[in-house]
Nanobody
């Protein structure tokens, strides 16, 4: 079955950086666009970034454009999110997501930005 497993979250100081990964199994990774989302306490889930199936095209939410970079390795079936210049408002649970004929989500990884 389809599985998405995020990793790399943690506690980071404001202005710091963090790299997230999403390891996937159970579907042909190279055929599908992939997404990163986040959800902060008391807020709706927010789409942050999308990458095309071959990695040639990316789209970012205004809140993270210029600070976050989405990428993928189709040989490793893994999605990445490089986060820089982190702010307290970036504190949230971060999820990877794929829409095949169904929507699949990982379990999420907590990112906390605090001094």
């Amino acid at each position: 079955q389809v599985q998405l497993v995020e990793s790399g979250g943690g506690l980071v100081q404001p202005g710091g950086s963090l790299n997230l990964s999403c390891a996937t199994t159970g579907f042909t990774f190279s055929l599908y666009a992939m997404n990163w989302h986040r959800q902060a306490p008391g807020k709706e889930r927010e789409l942050l970034a999308t990458i095309s199936n071959n990695g040639d095209s990316t789209v970012y939410a205004p809140s993270v454009k210029g600070r976050f970079t989405i990428s993928r390795d189709n040989l490793k079936n893994t999605l990445y999110l490089r986060m820089t210049k982190l702010e307290s408002d970036d504190t949230a649970v971060y999820y990877c997501h794929v829409d095949t004929q169904h929507n699949y989500w990982g379990q999420g990884t907590q990112v906390t930005v605090s001094s």
